[in-house]
């Protein structure tokens, strides 16, 4: 039944595949023939068509004629009921070029990218001569002219080359010194625009030749694989001893290592044709010539039927090409360019010697965004079964040691699957997969480390959050240092997890927004309305029963994803294997040294996975809080090793869905979307190839995982607070007085977490996985550092602990605002120099006054005398 559920699914995805783009006719250019060859870019808001060449009617009988006119296409306002959208643009005659030129590359500069901004123009030729003339075409609006800056020349003349930017780093490569085919070259060439805010200081460096053959009129783009973004070169053609011949090759050179990599080749040449990125990771083809009528335009002519109609699109993380469609119109020798939220072609060759003034706005077609009355049910009966645990459980609350607490009578089962789902999350579910997905298995390393962290968590951290009978995790810092730092760390906890709740709900929400038809800010608000209401309710028994049930949902429904996965691929689970083999997916160790590398080094994971679960068993008080729920520390000892001990097996699931949706799309790569984010694959497989009801629960557990988060940072954070600097400063008159303020506090901080939830809603983000863990980061290495100097030092006093606080804050923020290092680092930098600095400010002053029983590895075992 199931597979019979899939295989009507792939019917439907392979129908609904067929047609990606839609195209809409925006005003043809002011020259009635149309030119090849132009440079085509924006500027301020407006498109720039500058130059190329034509033949005059009648175009058998007439010369190339090249041109120097500006043309600029700007929008002059929304169109309104009963006008076409051509109504709402307007072409302006801007200028004129310094000569007439064509068959140049260019390359669009936005503001954001570097100091410059406009349309870089680079080599072209004209009748008798090839040109190393480079220079910027500012659009300005005010006076509806273009201005001209001039760049540094290109180290050689070049015509028929191609262009693109990564970052603020141009780049040209290929290319035709002179008329003749032959002196094409493999030359990629470099201009870094962060080395001076005046062009004239600008320099061009070479870089490594692409180690393809020489090459003219190929296709390029810049786009990410996953690791990084490269810039892919594809097609064109080169002059050999005998003939012309026609190259679908495909190079992809990373910028981070100065290398080149050859990918699939394209399904034809598309050589003249235009390329672009879009979405996260696919570059798309929307025409070129495939060399099938080549040297037959002289006997054709009229009869000519123009460049071949299909698009095409490359898929840069699983290395495949599919159809997407037909185009109105093959227009080769021109540039596409993206200009308010769409590809716009102008212009450009339709068949030898006509062009067209055509100018077309491509977007694509609305992807299928039902989710099916099932589905619905399920998942909305599961999310109002999670708010009737919190009903039942309000009842039984009625101290705050019931709702910090539970009574200290939860089971250590559950206390055990509260801290795994704590722990995991939303990022398990969809960023783990993702990353697995996009690159490997480097980043399982880092859970495999979560067993050995569990020793300390169980014979070092733990007997001392029980010793002193602590509902709040930064008790320890006061008795063990003072109330400053106490209050110190609570804060700095506090804002972590709003932070957190923000980051995890909004994140998830952008991936659930492919899966359903709610929009990412209807799942932020239906996830924290929902987490608010059972957790303000329930408290941590609420909490701990979900996460319980959560757990087995977010397990159960992964499970059942990767038997689907593995049988929708080609050869089922032979097939697959062997895939992962074949494209390095199953990689776990990278054995560089590179503390920056794209590809993260084996040491950075150990080190940085080391130093985030330090952090979280020993300072977060989402987890210490569980060591306390159970009636005692054996209890509370079999929590932890319950939560190492599913680790394990998750890891292998969520690490090897990846790797089975790398294998599914590889042999599918017509049913992904490029409207969806590297983070969205997962749930784009969920919404569109499982069967109904399957999906809905599925959802449910991403749901879940995100809710298991969401609810624990609302309680544990409250339970700071209230313990923390309610009960100190005495601000409530009873125990009923603190319960109220304690949900008043969870209703108040999951409102917040939703708000910035709303906030940090942000398709841009390239990994879920990466921008949790430089969180993570920035927050708890200091948290991490001060529990570290409290408990292995003696000699460590408040002075110390508060400037190891600030120093290790200081350096978290130095290292992701001004350098590359990666975020896994964060962690474990924070607590090295909190620890260090702490511990050296403690040598030039005092040593702690107060007795230190019972609150370091030294005195554990001694007693107050």
Not at 200 to 212: E, I, V
Not at 315 to 342: F, K, M, R
């Amino acid at each position: 039944m199931v597979l019979a559920a899939l295989a009507s699914k792939t019917a439907e995805a392979q129908t609904n595949a067929n047609q990606w783009f839609k195209w809409n006719d925006l005003p043809s250019i002011p020259d009635s023939l149309g030119v090849a060859g132009p440079f085509v870019g924006v500027d301020n808001d407006a498109l720039i068509v500058a130059g190329g060449a034509n033949f005059p009617k009648p175009v058998w009988e007439s010369e190339k004629a090249w041109h120097d006119s500006i043309y600029v296409l700007t929008r002059t306002g929304e169109p309104t009921e009963g006008d076409s959208d051509e109504d709402s643009f307007q072409w302006i005659n801007a200028g004129k070029l310094p000569r007439p030129v064509a068959y140049g590359a260019s390359v669009s500069i936005s503001p954001t990218q570097s100091g410059h901004h406009g349309l870089l123009c680079l080599g072209g030729n004209d009748s008798d001569e090839t040109f190393r003339d480079v220079y910027l075409l500012q659009w300005d609006a005010s006076t509806q002219k273009i201005g001209r800056v001039s760049f540094p020349p290109l180290p050689e003349s070049c015509a028929h080359a191609s262009a693109q930017i990564i970052g603020n780093v141009v780049y040209i490569i290929g290319g035709q010194s002179a008329t003749e085919l032959s002196t094409a070259t493999s030359k990629l060439w470099a201009l870094n625009l962060d080395q001076s805010d005046d062009p004239t200081q600008l320099k061009w460096t070479a870089l490594a030749d692409c180690p393809g053959p020489p090459r003219a009129l190929h296709v390029t783009a810049a786009q990410h694989d996953g690791y990084e973004t490269c810039l892919y070169v594809i097609s064109g053609r080169r002059q050999t001893d005998e003939e012309v011949e026609f190259l679908t090759d495909n190079w992809a050179y990373r910028p981070s290592t100065n290398t080149w990599q050859q990918n699939a080749d394209g399904p034809q040449s598309v050589m003249a044709g235009t390329a672009t990125h879009i979405g996260q990771s696919h570059i798309v083809v929307l025409g070129g010539d495939d060399g099938s009528l080549f040297g037959q335009a002289d006997e054709l002519k009229d009869d000519h039927p123009g460049f071949p109609k299909k698009t095409f699109a490359y898929h840069t993380i699983t290395d495949t090409w599919t159809e997407t469609g037909t185009s109105p119109a093959n227009q080769v020798t021109t540039t596409a360019v993206h200009w308010n939220d769409s590809i716009v072609v102008a212009s450009g060759e339709i068949r030898p010697r006509v062009r067209t003034p055509s100018v077309y706005q491509i977007t694509l077609a609305e992807p299928d965004r039902s989710f099916g009355t099932l589905n619905y049910l399920v998942l909305f009966g599961y999310l109002l079964s999670m708010v009737g645990i919190g009903v039942y459980f309000a009842r039984r609350n009625r101290t705050t040691d019931d709702y910090f607490r539970g009574g200290s009578q939860i089971p250590w089962w559950a206390a055990g699957c509260s801290i795994f789902a704590t722990m995991l999350s939303s990022v398990t579910f969809t960023g783990i997969p993702s990353k697995a997905y996009a690159q490997d298995w480097t980043y399982s390393i880092g859970n495999f480390t979560i067993p050995l962290v569990a020793i300390v968590a169980v014979y070092v951290a733990m007997p001392f959050f029980r010793r002193i009978d602590a509902t709040s995790a930064y008790e320890y810092l006061e008795k063990r240092f003072n109330r400053s730092v106490r209050w110190f760390g609570s804060l700095s906890f506090s804002l972590f997890h709003v932070f957190r709740m923000a980051v995890v709900m909004s994140l998830t929400g952008l991936a659930l927004s492919v899966a359903t038809p709610l929009t990412s800010q209807q799942s932020v608000l239906l996830m924290g309305g929902l987490s608010i209401a059972y957790s303000t309710l329930g408290g941590i028994e609420a909490v701990i029963w979900t996460d319980t049930i959560q757990t087995v949902v977010l397990l159960g429904g992964a499970f059942l994803a990767i038997l689907m996965l593995i049988t929708g691929t080609v050869g089922g689970f032979g097939g697959s294997w062997s895939h992962a083999i074949d494209a390095e997916k199953l990689r776990i160790a990278n054995l560089h040294l590179s503390p920056t590398h794209a590809q993260i080094a084996l040491w950075v994971i150990v080190v940085g996975a080391i130093g985030q679960n330090l952090s979280s068993y020993t300072a977060d008080q989402a987890v210490v809080q569980r060591y306390m729920t159970t009636a005692s520390q054996s209890l509370a000892a079999r929590s932890i090793w319950t939560n190492a001990f599913l680790t394990i097996p998750a890891t292998l699931l969520f690490f090897g869905i990846g790797t089975a949706l790398h294998g599914f799309y590889h042999s599918h790569p017509e049913r992904l979307s490029p409207s969806i984010t590297t983070d969205q694959v997962f749930p784009l497989f969920i919404a569109r190839e499982m069967p109904i009801g399957l999906a809905g629960l599925i959802v449910a557990g991403v749901f879940a995982a995100a809710q298991s988060t969401v609810s624990t940072s609302m309680n544990s954070t409250a339970t700071a607070l209230v313990t923390d600097f309610f009960r100190p400063l005495s601000l409530c008159r009873n125990e009923r007085g603190y319960l109220f303020a304690a949900r008043t506090l969870t209703f108040l901080i999951g409102v917040l977490g939703t708000l910035f939830g709303l906030v940090f809603v942000d398709p841009g983000i390239k990994s879920l996985f990466d921008t949790f863990i430089v969180v993570i980061g920035l927050f708890m290495g200091v948290l991490g550092g001060l529990f570290l100097l409290g408990g292995l030092t003696t000699r460590a006093n408040s002075s110390g602990a508060m400037v190891g606080a600030a120093f290790g804050a200081a350096t978290m923020f130095g290292l992701w605002r001004y350098t590359a290092v990666n975020g896994y680092l964060y962690t474990t930098c924070g607590i090295v120099s909190c620890v260090c600095s702490g511990y050296l400010a403690s040598l030039i002053s005092s040593r702690p006054s107060d007795s230190l029983a019972g609150l370091t590895i030294h005195t554990l075992n001694k007693t107050e005398s």
